[in-house]
């Protein structure tokens, strides 16, 4: 079992940086490839980015070169370094493993940037 709690988000300006943090418990944690997933109001939940057990990253197009994730195995967590941030990154952000597991949805948090 694993239970997730995000952390991090906040108000900002259009090209201002935040660093999203997501504490992970449970043993398994080091079993998992685990990302970052957003939600924009009236949208679908998306996955933004993406660390496997070996440090290798996927993102999508729309952050690539914007956002970096990383993870502490030792201290299981995961991060979100987000960069020149956009109004249409505006969304909550939660951390799951990949593919999604549905009962270890967190509560997100939220990030809304303004221009």
């Known amino acids: 079992q694993v239970q997730l709690v995000e952390s991090g988000g906040g108000k900002v300006q259009a090209g201002d940086s935040l660093r999203l943090a997501c504490e992970a418990t449970?043993?398994?944690?080091?079993?998992?490839?685990m990302g970052w997933f957003r939600q924009a109001p009236g949208k679908e939940r998306e996955l933004v980015a993406a660390?496997?057990?070996?440090?290798?990253?996927n993102y999508t197009d729309h952050v690539k070169g914007r956002f970096t994730i990383s993870r502490d195995n030792a201290k299981t967590m995961v991060y979100l370094q987000m960069n020149n941030l956009k109004p249409d990154d505006t969304a909550v952000y939660y951390c799951?493993?990949?593919?999604?597991?549905?009962?270890?949805w967190g509560q997100g948090t939220q990030v809304i940037v303004s221009s």
């Open positions: 660390i496997s057990l070996d440090g290798s990253t």
């Open positions: 799951n493993t990949v593919p999604a597991t549905d009962r270890y």
């Open positions: 449970g043993r398994t944690f080091g079993t998992y490839t």
